[in-house]
């Protein structure tokens, strides 16, 4: 009997210090925001969360794309060795060199963002 009561102590005793690091942790989340924050320039406080200051990928725009007049939008267009419609340039098209080419506002723009995912990290 003794030895149940020590081991269901034990047991109590884990999954209270348990709970109560997890609640500790949770606590320090926000902490940890405002103390990134307090470092941050205000442009980018308004601009993006804190968790931006940690390293991440990206897509980064490389350059842009204007269709010339002579090609119908409503067709298939072709750029960098891929053809799609309209509809598949607005969701972004992997091209053959890894870039991504999304299609930049309607179709009387006629312009087409070439970005690449890159790690991006500490502004400096």
């Known amino acids: 009997m ?3 009561l020590k081991s269901h102590k034990a047991s109590q005793t884990f ?7 997890a609640i500790c942790v949770l606590w320090m989340i926000p902490i940890l925001g405002i ?4 470092f941050r320039p205000s442009e ?3 601009r993006n969360g804190w968790w931006n200051v940690f390293p991440h990928k990206e897509d980064l725009e490389v350059s842009r794309v204007i269709i010339p007049e002579s090609v119908d939008v409503d067709g298939p267009i072709t750029l960098g060795g891929k053809t799609a419609t309209f509809q598949e340039w607005q969701r972004g098209v992997q091209l053959e060199d890894g870039t991504k080419g999304t299609w930049y506002g309607n179709k009387r723009t006629r312009t087409i ?3 690449e995912n890159k790690w991006v990290g500490f502004a400096t």
């Open 113 to 115: 963002v070439i970005s």
């Open 44 to 46: 980018d406080i308004f």
């Open 35 to 38: 103390l990134i924050t307090s």
């Open 2 to 4: 003794a030895t149940s």
């Open 15 to 21: 999954w209270t210090n348990f709970v109560l690091i």
